[in-house]
């Protein structure tokens, strides 16, 4: 499974199910990814936990859900393992008439697509959101 779209995923049907809270495995694409989406207005607050399980400790990732924000309507997977999609920074788009965000992977780190455009980065174009 795609780590990525899992947590995207996740995201919706806990917020559609209105759920305040969500609980993921960690990993630092996850982390970057929750960061950019709090600056997005789509995740409230992230925090970094750890648990004990079987004399080891595992990471997990919390996300506080915004209840007063309307749920994710869509979501869309573009570059996968089986097919990655790279962009220039001129050929990157808003997404539904800039009421979305477009996720890319830059050479700066984990970035929205209006950001990427600022600065004239181009990269992986992971996701489209709204």
């Known amino acids: ?29 996850r982390w970057e990814v929750a960061k950019v989406l709090k600056e997005s207005g789509f995740v409230k ?3 970094k936990k750890k648990k004990k399980i079987h ?3 595992q ?14 309507a869509g979501i869309k997977i573009i570059s996968k393992p089986s097919r990655r999609l790279y962009i220039k920074a001129d050929e990157i788009r808003p997404v ?4 979305g965000i ?12 209006a950001e990427a ?4 980065l181009g990269g ?7």
Do not use: C
């Not at 990471?59 to 749920?71: A, F, M, T």
């Not at 477009?102 to 697509?113: C, F, P, Q, V």
């Open 1 to 29: 499974m795609h780590p990525l779209s899992d947590m995207l995923i996740r995201i919706k049907n806990a917020q559609a199910a209105g759920q305040e809270r969500l609980v993921l495995p960690y990993s630092k694409l």
């Open 45 to 47: 607050e992230w925090e």
């Open 55 to 57: 004399r080891t400790e």
């Open 59 to 72: 990471p997990y990732l919390e996300l506080q859900l915004p209840l007063d924000r309307v749920p994710l």
């Open 96 to 99: 539904v008439s800039g009421y």
């Open 102 to 113: 477009a996720l890319l992977s830059t050479s700066r780190g984990i970035m929205t697509g």
């Open 117 to 120: 455009r600022k600065q004239k």
């Open 124 to 130: 992986e174009f992971l996701a489209e959101i709204w």
